[in-house]
């Protein structure tokens, strides 16, 4: 089997880690032989915006449909506002290809630690199901009155029904297809009393479809309280957009570092190509040096080979990754001192044992 | 000096927090002699709601401004749907006099633990603005085609350039009198690319009349990491209506929980009363029962005694809390085993020998 994927390194240490999960992809299809992967660099990024003028080309995005993955680095350069740099190239694929879904797994890889005092291995092991198409996202708004004493600007928070109900069947989905079988919703519908109203009561609709899984509801602030003092208590997430942004960054730092999480943007049709990055960001203070963590985006690699059907590949590339991780070679966000190639050339020997 | 105090407990554990800090005062007026308070109770509740059809008379707001601070325990109870509650309280008393600053204090007690590995006393010490008026809790949005398939919600943002103005102000100010002149803010307008951005620009303004103030900017997603792994580099943090929120009640679980954090509703041009309430909710599991932690509501209750200008009472009853919280009598929730009232009585006791 061949699967056809584009890659995005982006900015900065995006650039350094999708390098290294392509050379840990590639060990893995001539090891077990079993799949090939083809792939295609596209150098979409800031770089290119302050050359070119674009992050991608006009039919940037009806080049990404041909593949049957996409790869991506990470987003994000000090002399590009951040608004430009998000909503010309990642907030666009995950709109346009219609990857409604980001899953973002937790848990404390073996041979590292949580911040958190006793907090041990099987303490923490959570899925969050992210909106990834609309809410707070929703890219609506603007500013009037710009430039006078008296300037309002607005953001509108956007929740369909088509939008709220395919998420929470995908989280029912996954709550389901875990060993506790638990659902925690997220919510902030005290406070924000109108469209969020309707994200409860369509999950509340949702999960008659589902009565073996057992649900509760939190409030996103008291959330946060939750997953500090009792990780323990949760499995599956289910939030918006915003709000599991904040929560997945929250449960990273939770599980030792935001170089270990992955995320999954997936269009669960399949009528489009889904895409799979690191949570973290482009870090430009390291950029380039080589001592970025691997962790999350071959983790997040893992997940593209899961999603591409090819389940023994993506079990052993994690194993292999813990296997690393538990030998205590690690960057230093980790408590290690190796740099990007130790960590990659490891978890390659270890691919090869495989 | 006489103060007049407007308190209502509200519900659940509200009620039992709120009488023991009004215990606690009338300890505190009585020990020191300096001031006396004069306090009118309130039962605005969601029990009041249930038998009368509403949580406050129709010239509530107007009765409060009568009074010099407003003492609040909590407001929720499930069998009103949150969203009632609150927008029939809480938030009208905050928005109609206009406390449009919310103070959060957070620091590791004597005495408390937090829960993160090796961070002591000193390591985690900040106060974070929120800004309470407007954002994400502007209250407006709404439902279309609600009951069809084909519901949408929208939830609508405002951010204006007065309110903007006045709260970085606030920050700013607030930084300054901390020794270390550091403000945080933080935002996410990469994503929240319209009225965001114009939060993003004021703060930038407004730091320009205060130079010796050392700033930096967070994405919010970014400072929940930066929170857990290094709480130490932070002091003061500016934030919205709702990104405060979810942080204020994260940096009440960093720093050992929920129970001890305070809040100052605060109209800083002193037109209309202040309000200071603990940050925790009404708790109904664990309402009546008399072991709700009211070291949060005792806090506030100096916060309060603070902003009415007796810094020195407000100094003593902060000792009187820790000097007890440092002697180990403390509940559940700080590793205790103490009741509501003995906890009270400690603090009492050590007022009187103030
Ligand atoms: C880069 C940014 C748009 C993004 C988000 O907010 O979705 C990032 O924080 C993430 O979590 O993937
Ligand atoms: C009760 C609720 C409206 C409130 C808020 O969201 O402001 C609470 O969570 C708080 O932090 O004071």
Chains 1, 2 share one sequence.
Not at 14 to 23: F, P, Q, Y
Not at 157 to 175: D, H, K, L, S
Not at 213 to 219: A, T, W
Not at 309 to 323: F, H, P, Q, T
């Amino acid at each position: 089997q061949i699967y056809r994927i584009a890659s995005i390194p982006g900015d900065g240490i995006g650039v350094d880690i999708t390098e290294a999960a392509l050379r840990v992809l590639a060990t893995l299809s001539t090891t077990l032989g079993t799949f090939e992967l083809e792939t295609t660099t596209f150098d979409w990024s800031s770089a290119n915006y302050l050359t070119r003028g674009h992050y991608m080309p006009e039919d940037g995005l009806t080049q990404l449909k041909a593949f049957d993955a996409i790869y991506f680095g990470a987003v994000g350069w000090p002399s590009v506002p951040d608004h430009i740099s998000l909503w010309n190239l990642i907030l666009p694929i995950r709109k346009a290809l219609n990857q409604y879904v980001n899953v973002r797994p937790t848990r404390i890889l073996a041979g590292t630690k949580s911040p958190l005092v006793g907090c041990e291995r099987g303490d923490l092991d959570w899925v969050i199901v992210r909106e990834n198409s609309e809410g707070e996202y929703a890219g609506q708004g603007g500013i009037s009155h710009e430039h006078s004493d008296h300037a309002i600007g607005t953001e509108l928070a956007i929740f369909t029904q088509v939008g709220i109900e395919r998420i929470m069947r995908f989280a029912f989905e996954t709550a389901r297809s875990r060993p506790r079988k638990k659902l925690t919703m997220v919510t902030k519908s005290n406070a924000q009393r109108h469209g969020m109203v309707l994200w409860d009561r369509i999950f509340y609709e949702v999960a008659k479809g589902y009565e073996d899984v057992d649900i509760d509801k939190m409030l996103v602030d008291a959330m946060t309280v939750r997953m500090v003092l009792n990780p323990k208590s949760l499995d599956t997430i289910v939030a918006t957009n915003l709000h599991a942004d904040i929560l997945s960054d929250l449960a990273a730092a939770l599980s030792g570092s935001i170089g270990i999480a992955p995320s999954s943007n997936l269009d669960p049709t399949r009528k489009n190509p889904s895409m799979f990055e690191p949570i973290h960001g482009s870090a430009p203070d390291i950029a380039g040096k080589g001592i970025a963590n691997p962790v999350g985006a071959f983790w997040s690699a893992a997940e593209m080979v899961r999603w591409l059907g090819e389940e023994k590949a993506a079990d052993g590339l994690m194993r292999a990754i813990e296997n690393v991780t538990a030998a205590g070679v690690s960057t230093k966000d980790l408590g290690g001192s190796a740099d990007t190639k130790t960590v990659t050339d490891a978890v390659c020997k270890e691919i090869e044992k495989l």
